[in-house]
């Protein structure tokens, strides 16, 4: 499957915006999903997962409240809806999949990316 991130971009701190993951190649509906970032200078961190059909969902502690993942199989898109955005939230956003019912939040699980997308928040 090949995954296609987009809707990054600059915004001010507090603000929102939704980044969207299209996948093509195979069905959405058979993998899970994923999104994590790096910010300059430090590793890869998970954000959020969601599983197949939508039921279960995990987010990191600190976008817990804030941050929204989602899922259209229909249009095999997957979705990340930010809010009340931080100085800290500022990274490349990748989308990730995996064909596989269970939900990690290991990097090391996922087996497809996506190119990323940028997302700079200004304070």
């Known amino acids: 499957v090949q995954l296609q991130a987009s809707g990054g971009g600059l915004v001010q701190a507090g603000g929102s915006l939704r980044l969207s993951c299209a996948a093509s190649?195979?069905?959405?509906?058979?993998?899970?999903m994923a999104w994590f970032r790096q910010a300059p200078g430090k590793e890869r961190e998970f954000v959020s997962t969601?599983?197949?059909?939508?039921?279960?969902?995990y987010y990191a502690d600190s976008v817990k409240g804030r941050f929204t993942i989602s899922r259209d199989n229909t249009k095999n898109t997957v979705y990340l809806q930010m809010s009340s955005l931080e100085s800290e939230d500022t990274a490349v956003y990748y989308c990730?999949?995996?064909?596989?019912?269970?939900?990690?939040?290991?990097?090391?699980?996922?087996?497809?990316w996506g190119q990323g997308t940028l997302v700079t928040v200004s304070s």
């Open positions: 990730a999949a995996k064909n596989n019912v269970r939900v990690p939040t290991a990097a090391s699980s996922y087996n497809f």
């Open positions: 969601i599983s197949w059909d939508g039921g279960r969902t």
């Open positions: 190649g195979r069905t959405l509906s058979l993998y899970t």
